[in-house]
């Protein structure tokens, strides 16, 4: 890829990365909850999802998802219902008693933790979005696989960075949530966005061909 389509397509790149959604909460609460490193560790699960994903775009196969009604109305019901159920649990969640430790809960999976962020992309269709509609306007077309690797390497850094901002920001949150008064709104407010993206989701309309 050239310099002049790099620079163009980096910042872009990196906007939709930072962009604020379901597996960006996903970190915010697990930097909050188990702290940065964890939080980052367990992001390896979103990352495994999106080179799928961008093997199946760069393949053509993401443009039957995005043409096929049926296909895109079943992932997106099975994302949006998953979304809502994580939603609802760390809603419902019980404050742990006070504590002065760095983290607010030491009792997680971290295998748990990269299943739930793999699960939370797969099942956004809007996902494959990026890499069927997003990437195609930096293709060279004389350079058709080089573009897409090139492309699919930056994106994954620049998402593995993005995890690491949010996962330090919810890290920071969770000190000043030791008290079981501030837990309990973290995880109200937390599950509420969850469920909003789930709602949100479930009303997602298949993009126009």
Known sequence: MS???LLL???????????????????????ARHGAN?????????????????????LGLGALLMTSEVLFSAVKWLGATYLVWIGLKVFLTKSPA???????????????????EFIVASGNPKAILIFTAFFPQFIEPNAYAQSFMT?????????????????????????????????????????????AFGVLLAFARKPAT
């Open 98 to 116: 006070q504590s002065t430790s760095p983290t607010l809960d030491s009792n997680y999976s971290l295998f748990d933790m990269a299943k739930k």
């Open 38 to 58: 964890a939080a980052i560790a367990a992001s390896v699960g979103r990352l495994v999802a999106f080179v799928i994903m961008i093997a199946i775009a760069a």
């Open 151 to 195: 492309m699919g390497i930056i994106y994954l850094v620049l998402e593995a960075a993005a995890v690491a901002i949010y996962a330090f920001i919810g890290a920071r949150l969770g000190t000043y949530a030791r008290n079981t008064n501030a837990f309990r709104w973290i995880n109200r407010l937390s599950g509420s966005l969850m469920i």
């Open 9 to 31: 397509f980096i910042p872009a790149c990196f906007a939709l990365n930072m962009a604020f959604g379901p597996n960006n909460l996903l970190s915010l609460m697990n930097g």
């Open 3 to 5: 310099l002049q389509i």
